[in-house]
């Protein structure tokens, strides 16, 4: 009784993850109970699909009530009543890395085991999963991308390189599925455009566009009054524009620049944990 409670007990504890980003005091009864509702049916469907005895079957307790998931939850509560489905709590796995020596050599790496920790089938003796990037592949016949032997699919690792003239300039990398090739087309772009180092580059406001006319941006990039005007200037052209307060949704990178006088500038996201090391 006690375990089924336990378990029981997970869905409130689901809900009010949800709810913990909502100032419900500052709301009228009405939406109060409607966020409420919400969050409890969302609380209900992921119990249902993810929740079940912890001594018979893996539980992903911690990223089911990790903040970064509550805030994607949060984020499928609109103004109207919705059917709930349930979430997947564990997503990606995927972790970028560069580094330099002082001879020169500069190294951009990335390894991925994707979806849900890779395909869950681990090389006996060897302690590391095998990757699941066969996801994506197409079933369609008539697509280049089609799945078949010898054949690597489409896929979002991207360890970037940035060069100029044909110098090297250093190595860098954004993670974040899809969000990949956005965060280093706006990360060069800082850099190249704008001048910045890599530090301030990394922490330039980001945008991320999913399918359609869909654009969610980070709430700095739309701060202040030049920020209001770019945001009303984007609505105007017919882009749904949305903010998001989830740092996950915009990628982690990192980058190391070769200075022009010697040695190198580094930089660590800063919306996650991770560090520039020199020695």
């Known amino acids: 009784m006690g375990a ?10 689901l809900a009010l993850n949800i709810l913990d980003g909502v100032d419900l005091a500052g709301l009228p009864p009405e939406q109060r109970l409607h966020w409420q509702i919400e969050a409890v049916k969302l609380g209900f469907a992921d119990a249902h699909a993810h929740v079940a005895d912890p001594e018979r079957a893996q539980v992903p307790t911690d990223a089911l009530l990790s903040p970064g998931y509550a805030a994607a939850r949060r984020a499928l509560v609109t103004h109207r009543a919705g059917t709930p489905t349930a979430g997947d709590p564990e997503r990606g796995g995927t972790v970028y890395l560069c580094t330099a020596d002082a ?7 990335i390894q991925s ?39 690597r699919p489409f896929h979002t690792i991207i360890p970037g390189f940035l060069t ?16 990949q090739p956005q965060g280093h087309v706006q990360l060069v772009s800082a850099t190249l455009d704008a001048g910045l180092d890599p530090q301030a580059a990394l922490d330039v406001p980001r945008w991320y566009w999913h399918a359609g006319r869909s ?36 990628g982690y990178g990192q980058a190391i620049w070769r200075h022009p006088d010697g040695g190198y500038v580094a930089g660590s996201e800063s919306r996650v944990d991770g560090a520039m090391l020199g020695y």
């Open 113 to 151: 085991t994707y979806l849900a920790f890779g395909s869950h089938v681990v090389l006996p003796g060897h302690g590391f999963a095998l990757q699941n990037r066969g996801t994506g592949f197409r079933l369609d016949p008539a697509h280049p991308n089609v799945v078949g032997p010898a054949k």
């Open 215 to 250: 654009v969610l941006v980070e709430p700095d990039l739309v701060a202040g009054a030049a920020g209001q005007e770019a945001l009303a200037g984007l609505r105007a052209r017919g882009h749904e524009v949305t903010v998001a307060d989830e740092p996950g949704v915009f």
């Open 164 to 179: 100029r003239g044909g110098e090297p300039v250093g190595p860098f990398g954004v993670m974040g599925g899809h969000m």
């Open 4 to 13: 089924a409670a336990e378990r029981a007990g997970r869905r409130a504890l």
């Open 103 to 109: 001879g020169g050599m500069m190294v951009s790496l």
